[in-house]
């Protein structure tokens, strides 16, 4: 079947502009998470949907980033006043509600902020 | 300390040999224990979970938990130069609670 799926695959951006990265889960998965990599770092949570709900916000790193899911389905991550530290590879997973919870990778987002 | 710990590698093995990587993690109440495999500019591929101390077999596979020890590893047997790759491991909480913490991964090479 489909696997997790985002768009855009790259975004280059100038500093201070909004972006929204989009994630659409594999079909019949409740859970949603968001990460991001950059590079020389390792993966980063920043926040996990169960439905539309967040009951994890804890990653995000500051109030410029915000994020949020319809229909229990796709989530958008919107990035207000980009700045060149948010430049990184945006990483969407998904996860049933029933065990054992693996979490499923899509390809990712590359953020460039110039 | 770094919850999740790996050491960064390179780790270098013949072709046929066995791969051996390993992962240490501070959080006890962590329950359970993921290997991913990451090409370069490539997302992270799920290789294996394990959620109980002893061994799981996959093929070519092995995971090993020991939460005694907070000890995570992970043993490729006739390693492949297509295996080379960094392989990062991550723990949870267990159940669908959310998030997975992840080491900073080990390169491993493997050569013909």
């Known amino acids: 079947g489909a696997g997790v799926s985002q768009s855009p695959s790259n975004k280059v951006t100038e500093k201070g502009k909004d972006v929204e990265l989009r994630c659409d889960p594999i079909?019949?998965?409740?859970?949603l998470y968001w990460y991001r990599q950059s590079l020389g770092q390792g993966l980063e949570f920043l926040i996990y949907?169960?439905?539309?709900?967040?009951?994890?916000k804890s990653g995000l790193p500051s109030d410029r980033f915000s994020a949020e899911r319809t229909g229990g389905s796709v989530s958008t991550l919107t990035i207000q006043r980009t700045q060149q530290e948010d430049s990184a590879v945006y990483l969407c997973?998904?996860?049933?509600?029933?065990?054992?919870?693996?979490?499923?990778f899509g390809p990712g987002t590359r953020l460039t902020v110039t | 300390q770094k919850e999740v710990e790996q050491n960064s590698g390179p780790l270098s093995v013949p072709e046929g040999a066995i791969a051996s990587l390993n992962c240490t993690y501070s959080?006890?109440?962590?329950?359970?224990f993921f290997w991913y495999r990451q090409y370069s500019g490539k997302s992270p591929e799920l290789i294996m979970f394990?959620?109980?101390?002893g061994d799981k077999e996959d093929g070519r596979f092995t995971a090993q938990l020991n939460k005694a020890s907070q000890y995570v590893s992970l043993l490729i047997r006739d390693s492949q130069p297509s295996d080379s790759a960094t392989y990062l491991c991550a723990g949870g909480r267990g159940s669908n609670t959310g998030k997975l913490i992840f080491g900073q991964g080990t390169t491993l090479q493997v050569k013909p």
């Open positions: 959080d006890r109440g962590s329950q359970s």
């Open positions: 949907f169960q439905g539309n709900s967040a009951p994890d």
């Open positions: 079909s019949g998965h409740t859970a």
């Open positions: 394990i959620y109980s101390n």
């Open positions: 997973a998904s996860s049933s509600s029933n065990g054992p919870y693996e979490q499923y």
